[in-house]
C-alpha cells in the first residue's frame, strides 16, 4: 500500500520526500516542512521521528540527515514518517520559539488547525504522528551544555510509562528523565492517544555536536532493529535514570566557575559553582540541595541576579 506525507508518496520498497504543507511565509509564499516516507518491503510498525521542534536544536536535524542515507526500504519491515524540520520559522532564524507567535513548539501540541503559526504546524505534526506506533521526538537542552538523555514525559501514572520506559531504554543514550512534563509537549499528547513517545535530548550545544549525532543516529538504529523494522538484535542496556530535576540560579551578578564537570555526581552540600567580579573577588558559592547529577550548565559564565546557572537530576536509579 503506497504511504503518503504531504507531497511524499511511497509504494513498498519505496522512499520519497517532499513537503507537508502549513501555511504562507509572510510575502505570501506557501510554505511546507521537509517530510521522508520510507515504505518498507515488508509490512510491519511504523515508527514516526521528528526534529527542529525547537528551532535552534540541530543535533536532531543532524541525526536524520545522516540516518535516511542508510535506510534501504528493501531491507526494512514497516514504515518510517519523519518530519525533518518541525520548526519552520526558528529554523530560518536560528531561534528556540517560532518568532511568528514567539511560542514553544513543544508547548503546543497537540495543536490546532485553525489556531496560532505553532498551533497549526503541531496540528499538521500531529496527525503524521499520531498515525504511527512509536514516536521520536528529537531534542537538545538548547544552547545550554547537556549530557545525552533520553525524557520520557507521561508520568509514572500514565498507562503507557512502561513503554514509553522501554522506548527510552532501547534508544539507548545511558540517561533517562523519567518526569512529567508539562502540558502541550508531543510526549505528553501523543501516549494519550495510545503511542509510545520520548524525547531523546541528544546533548546541547551550538549548531551540531558529533558526540550526539552519533548517539541519536545510534539511538535510532537501536529503535529500528529492536522493534523489528530491520532484522538484528538489541539488548538494552541499563540506563541511569533521574526522577527529580532541580534547578539553580545566580544569587547575585558576575561571573560563574563550575566546580564539577557535566556529568558528575554531586552530593548534597558539594559546590556546585562559584561566583566572582570580574576582579576575582569572590562573591558566592553554591551548593547542591540534594545528591544528583549535574544534568545541565549555561554556557555563558555571566549572570545576573536570579539568572540560570545548572540544573541537578536528583532519585537516581539504574533502570
Ligand atoms: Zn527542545
Given at each position: 500500500m503506497t504511504t503518503t506525507l504531504g507531497t511524499a508518496s511511497a509504494a513498498p520498497g519505496e522512499i520519497d520526500t517532499g513537503r507537508l504543507e502549513v501555511g504562507e511565509t509572510r510575502d505570501g509564499s506557501p510554505f511546507g516542512l521537509p517530510v521522508a516516507v520510507i515504505n518498507g518491503q515488508r509490512s510491519g510498525k511504523t515508527l514516526y521521528m521528528q526534529a527542529a521542534s525547537d528551532g535552534d536544536e540541530l543535533n536532531g536535524v543532524g541525526v536524520i540527515q545522516r540516518v535516511v542515507p542508510q535506510l534501504d526500504p528493501a531491507e526494512i519491515a514497516g514504515t518510517i514518517l519523519i518530519v525533518g524540520i518541525v520548526n519552520y520559522h526558528a529554523f530560518q532564524v536560528a531561534?528556540?520559539?517560532?518568532?511568528?507567535?514567539?511560542?514553544?513548539?513543544?508547548?503546543?501540541?497537540?495543536?490546532?488547525?485553525?489556531?496560532?503559526s505553532s498551533e497549526r504546524i503541531a496540528a499538521a505534526t500531529f496527525e503524521a504522528a499520531t498515525r504511527a506506533d512509536l514516536i521520536l521526538d528529537l531534542h537538545q537542552g538548547s544552547t545550554s551544555r547537556m549530557i545525552d538523555e533520553v525524557r520520557v514525559?507521561?508520568?509514572?501514572?500514565?498507562?503507557?510509562h512502561d513503554d514509553c520506559l522501554e522506548l527510552a531504554k532501547v534508544f539507548g543514550?545511558?540517561?533517562?528523565?523519567?518526569q512529567k512534563g508539562p502540558d502541550g509537549q508531543l510526549a505528553r499528547a501523543a501516549p494519550d492517544e495510545g503511542i509510545p513517545t520520548v524525547d531523546p535530548e541528544l546533548g546541547g550545544t551550538v549548531g551540531w555536536d558529533e558526540t550526539s549525532i552519533r548517539k541519536g543516529v545510534e539511538g535510532v538504529f537501536n529503535v529500528l532493529t529492536y522493534y523489528g523494522f530491520l532484522d538484528g538484535d538489541v539488548i538494552p542496556e541499563s540506563q541511569t535514570r533521574a526522577r527529580g530535576f532541580e534547578q539553580y540560579g545566580a544569587p547575585g551578578g558576575g561571573l560563574i566557575s563550575f566546580q564539577k564537570d557535566l556529568g558528575e555526581r554531586v552530593r548534597a552540600g558539594e559546590t556546585l559553582f562559584e561566583l566572582t567580579t570580574p576582579f576575582g573577588e569572590p562573591k558566592a558559592e553554591v551548593t547542591a540541595d540534594s545528591t544528583g547529577i549535574l544534568w545541565r550548565t549555561r554556557r555563558l559564565p555571566q549572570v545576573a541576579t536570579g539568572e540560570y546557572v545548572c540544573s541537578v537530576a536528583t532519585d537516581i536509579d539504574d533502570y
Open positions: 531561534e528556540h520559539r517560532n518568532p511568528i507567535d514567539d511560542t514553544k513548539m513543544n508547548r503546543a501540541y497537540p495543536g490546532n488547525e485553525n489556531g496560532t514525559r507521561c508520568g509514572k501514572r500514565h498507562r503507557l543514550c545511558g540517561y533517562i528523565l523519567d
